[in-house]
């Protein structure tokens, strides 16, 4: 079966691209507010490269609102380290009560990035082999679309079963609400830390 491809492609910078995932993000949750549970699903999954792409830091920055919906996030990363050089800044590494796991299979990097908000919302990103912060990166947003998410679900599950647990240890200075809040994470010496 083929899913209709949306009308246009967009072409956005990194922090346009975040802020448009934040902003799925809300609607999504919003959406959950005005239908029955069971007509929306539980847990939100995400397949990104690393954790500062644009997909990752949005659900970070939304982490408490999705943690405020009674919702769960599973995430699959291909890879654990930053892909900038920037300073360390809190990542969803550092939250531990996202469900996250890591593929170690190659075999996997075609796979694009998706975002799935429950049963019929799903943003589809560029393969994990492409540099995600370029400005001409591919990204498909498909809203009220049960197909697709089905698929984006389906493809999820799969990479979920071949990918390990990550194991994660945050330091007890280290408290939950700076890690939601997104802000730099650090320990009894000030240092930035991060497992």
């Known amino acids: 079966m083929r899913l209709p491809s949306p009308p246009r492609i967009v072409v956005v910078s990194r922090e346009d691209k975040e802020a448009k995932l934040r902003d799925f993000i809300a609607q999504a949750l919003a959406a959950r ?3 029955p549970v069971q007509a929306f699903g539980e847990i939100f999954t995400l397949i990104a490269r690393a954790p500062d792409s644009p997909a990752a830091q949005a659900v970070l920055a939304m982490a408490p609102e999705i943690a405020a919906a009674n919702i769960a996030i599973r995430v699959v990363l291909f890879e654990t380290e930053p ?7 809190a990542s969803l590494l550092d939250v531990t009560a996202i469900d996250m796991r890591m593929m170690a299979d190659q075999r996997f990097a075609a ?4 975002l799935s908000l429950g049963r019929d919302r799903v943003w589809i990103g560029d393969c994990m082999r492409r540099d995600p912060i370029k ?3 591919f990204e498909m947003y498909h809203e009220a679309h049960a197909p697709a998410a089905g698929h984006a679900d389906a493809s999820f ?3 979920w079963d071949r990918s390990v647990p990550l ?7 280290v408290s939950a609400n700076v890690i939601l809040a997104a802000q730099p ?3 009894p010496d000030g240092a930035t830390t991060r497992s």
Not at 83 to 89: C, F, H, L, N, R
Not at 111 to 114: G, K, R
Not at 167 to 173: F, H, I, K, L, T
């Open 157 to 159: 599950l799969k990479m």
């Open 167 to 173: 194991s994660r240890v945050m330091p007890s200075a």
């Open 33 to 35: 507010r005005g239908e």
């Open 83 to 89: 892909m900038s050089e920037d300073t360390v800044q």
């Open 111 to 114: 796979a694009h990035e998706q």
């Open 185 to 187: 994470a650090t320990g």
């Open 135 to 137: 400005r001409d990166a």
